[in-house]
Structure formats: structure tokens, C-alpha cells
């Protein structure tokens, strides 16, 4: 049996088992994701135990996305450029990590036909996966990359890496007037305050999918599932080797574009 997880603590919302496993019935292949709450503490002991397990591999989700990389025997290119890993593969006694996030946001960008170059782009929140997110932010070219988090430090270790402006959370309100794409990578839903203030034509995108997508006119309003289940579309592929099933996992999640 091909076995896979995803690893975080608390687990207590997400939506990659029902995705995975509806991938695995579709291709007919012996195989099951599970979730894994891990605490801290025990970190080190789940990824060897996992590996010594039979584990094919297995996602990381918060907290653990540059934790677990201490424990990794090699890591790809890309996700040491971004400081964080959110899929591990075991094969042959390694542990090989990847960022899977970046491909999800790369192209949930181009499937929503939201196009960032030349464009004046705010990220709100500075943890991991605004890492992913501002990785391909600066690949697009915008005309300003703007940065801001509640914990400033956080903001300005981002923003030096892509030399992008920081800004404290008390200018969002008016340069949220003058952006044309508006990200959250926070925790938290921010539609209700910032959706009112955006410009005809702008764009928000919150990278959480526990947030149903609302409405504002002359705003384009998108959420994090088509970029999970993309994500998670590469990360099957990393595992099994086969293109996953991306219709039916969409579907297994009720997710319509």
C-alpha cells in the first residue's frame, strides 16, 4: 500500500485526505493519506518514524514548514530558496523535500487569469506560505511589491529578501485603495474590511480556503482552494509518478471554478 499524510499540529480543518484519497480511487491505485496532528516536541521522532514506517511521503502544513527541513536529507532548489518545505518524499532510505506551494499559487494565477506584472501588489501577512507566494510575486515583475504583517519584524525579514516596500498595518487601509492585487496570507478572514476599499478592476485573493469567496463589485474575489488542490496535484505526482486526477479532486472537495 502506498501511505501518505499530511503533518501539522492542530489538524483540525483541511482538506487533502478527501482530495488525496478520491485521487487514489480514480487511478486505481492501493493507496490512503491520513492526517497526522504532531506536536513540537515529537517532530524529529514522526518524520524518522514515518520513513521507517513504509511512509511513500507525506505533507507539512503549519507550524512545521521549516522545521522539518532539519530532519530532511535533501532539499529541492526552490524550497531553499524560500525557506520552507510542504512535501517530503521517502525512496530509497532518503528523505527528499519540496515546496509544492509555489506551483499551486503559479498556477491557480493563471487558471484565474490574474496577471501580476506591471501590476501594484500588497501581501498582507508574512508567515510561511507568503514565502511560496512572494517567490512567484517576484517572478511576475510588479510595478511595487508591498509587504505588511501585525509583527513587523516578520514583514521586514520578507520584504528584504525580494527588496520589496514594507509597510506597517496601519497604512493598509489607504494603499489599499491604490492596489491593483490584494493577497492574505494571514489566518484570518479580512474581506469585510478590506473588499469596500478596493478600486474597479483590483483583485483579492485570499491564499486560506477555509473562507467561502464573497462578493464586491468591480472586484475579483478568489480563495485558496483551487491553489490546494493544485499544490497538492504536484505533490501526488511526486509520490506516485503519475498526473493526478485534478477534475476529481476538485470535485471530492466540492470545489468549482
Given at each position: 500500500?502506498?501511505?501518505t499524510?499530511?503533518?501539522g ?94 506551483y ?67 497604512e ?14 494571514t ?29 464586491q ?41
Open positions: 500500500m502506498l501511505v499524510g499530511i503533518i499540529y492542530p489538524l483540525k480543518i483541511t482538506m487533502s485526505p478527501p482530495m488525496h484519497n478520491a485521487a487514489f480511487k480514480a487511478l486505481g491505485l492501493d493507496g490512503i493519506y491520513v492526517q497526522l496532528p504532531v506536536k513540537e516536541e515529537k517532530l524529529k521522532d514522526a518524520v524518522y518514524g514515518l520513513s521507517a514506517l513504509g511512509f511513500r511521503g507525506f505533507n507539512v502544513t503549519i507550524p512545521y514548514k521549516k522545521k522539518v527541513m532539519e530532519y530532511l536529507d535533501e532539499i529541492s532548489e526552490e524550497a531553499v530558496s524560500i525557506d520552507a518545505v510542504n512535501t517530503v518524499l521517502v525512496k530509497e532510505n532518503k528523505l527528499s523535500g519540496f515546496n509544492t506551494d509555489t499551486g499559487f503559479d498556477e491557480s494565477l493563471n487558471k484565474y487569469e490574474i496577471d501580476l506584472t506591471n501590476k501594484k501588489v500588497m501581501l498582507i501577512g508574512a508567515g510561511g506560505v507568503a514565502y511560496a507566494c512572494s517567490y512567484i510575486i517576484n517572478k511576475k515583475n510588479p510595478s511595487r511589491f508591498i509587504i505588511t504583517d501585525t509583527i513587523e519584524e516578520k514583514a521586514k525579514k520578507l520584504a528584504q529578501i525580494y527588496q520589496a516596500d514594507r509597510i506597517s498595518p496601519q493598509v487601509e489607504k494603499l489599499t485603495q491604490e492596489s491593483d492585487i490584494i493577497l492574505n496570507a489566518p484570518v478572514d479580512l474581506q469585510d474590511k478590506i473588499l469596500p476599499l478596493m478600486k474597479e478592476g483590483s483583485v483579492y485573493y485570499d491564499i486560506n480556503y477555509k473562507f467561502p469567496a464573497k462578493e463589485k468591480g472586484v475579483k474575489v478568489v480563495n485558496g482552494s483551487l491553489m490546494l488542490i493544485l499544490q497538492g496535484a504536484r505533490a501526488f505526482k511526486i509520490w506516485t509518478g503519475q498526473d493526478a486526477p485534478v477534475e476529481v479532486m476538485k470535485k471530492a472537495i466540492g470545489f468549482e471554478i
